[in-house]
């Protein structure tokens, strides 16, 4: 993954929250693992649509906090879809932020996240294939 952060977001915006003074850390920023559970959510609400049923999060790699976020912003999560194996996905999230909901948007984290689509039992199930767009 890159860290450019000169670039727009890669994706479709799957969620976007305000951060709020109750995500914070001691030093006042944005508590990593609030940043990290949403980015987990965002790219499950993906993946549920990709694989038309229940997903559940198998890894994340290359996280990377590029810039901290403070109360106030509004925190876009994008999710693109990198592959879709027999059962899993595998899509790059990267987070975003207006500061204060406004100016310029300003990238602040990105991570890999892998998903496995499973069956009411919770065992990992084939994923039917998406078809292209049509156009």
């Known amino acids: 993954m890159q860290t450019d952060t000169s670039r727009l977001p890669r994706g479709e915006l799957a969620a976007r929250q305000l951060a709020m003074p109750a995500h914070t850390n001691p030093a006042g920023d944005i508590f990593g693992g ?3 559970a949403s980015m987990d959510a965002a790219a499950s609400m993906a993946t549920t649509r990709f694989a038309e049923g229940r997903t559940v999060t198998v890894a994340v790699s290359g996280m990377t906090f590029i810039a901290p976020v403070k109360v106030g912003d509004a925190v876009c999560f994008y999710a693109d879809l990198k592959r879709i194996g027999r059962t899993s996905l595998t ?8 500061r204060q909901g406004r100016g310029e948007r300003v990238k602040v984290t990105e991570a890999e996240f892998t998903f496995v689509a499973v069956d009411e039992a919770g065992r990992p199930r084939p994923i039917q294939p998406v078809a292209a767009p049509a156009g």
């Open 34 to 36: 609030w940043i990290m």
């Open 91 to 98: 899509l790059d999230v990267e987070v975003w932020v207006l």
